[in-house]
Nanobody, 124 residues
Framework: QVQLVESGGGLVQAGGSLRLSCAAS????????MGWFRQAPGKEREFVAA????????YYADSVKGRFTISRDNAKNTVYLQMNSLRPEDTAVYYC?????????????????WGQGTQVTVSS
């Protein structure tokens, strides 16, 4: 069974940076896609970024392209989301997710496993 544990959220001023981590366990993830989603109060969960564990190809939502970077550390079975130039509209609970897919997917319902989420708050 896949387990995902996020960490690294917090409060930061606009323009600042945070790095989220997602520690994955329970499977061999070489055939998985790992994604980050976020959900703000009163809004639907939205795709942020994803990475193929094998090969490392990435995909980003337009709203974060050029500011956020997703990466993975194979040795640590950990996926990261480096968030720079943060804006108040980035405030949300951020979730890590895993999908047993060969290609990057951006639809939340295609992901099989989810972490508990970590709060990111950006003050203006």
């Amino acid at each position: 069974q896949v387990q995902l544990v996020e960490s690294g959220g917090g409060l930061v001023q606009a323009g600042g940076s945070l790095r989220l981590s997602c520690a994955a366990s329970g499977r061999t993830f070489s055939s998985y896609v790992m994604g980050w989603f976020r959900q703000a109060p009163g809004k639907e969960r939205e795709f942020v970024a994803a990475i193929r564990w094998s090969g490392g190809s990435t995909y980003y939502a337009d709203s974060v392209k050029g500011r956020f970077t997703i990466s993975r550390d194979n040795a640590k079975n950990t996926v990261y989301l480096q968030m720079n130039s943060l804006r108040p509209e980035d405030t949300a609970v951020y979730y890590c997710a895993a999908a047993s897919k060969l290609l990057v997917v951006v639809v939340a319902t295609l992901y099989d496993s989810w972490g508990q989420g970590t709060q990111v708050t950006v003050s203006s």
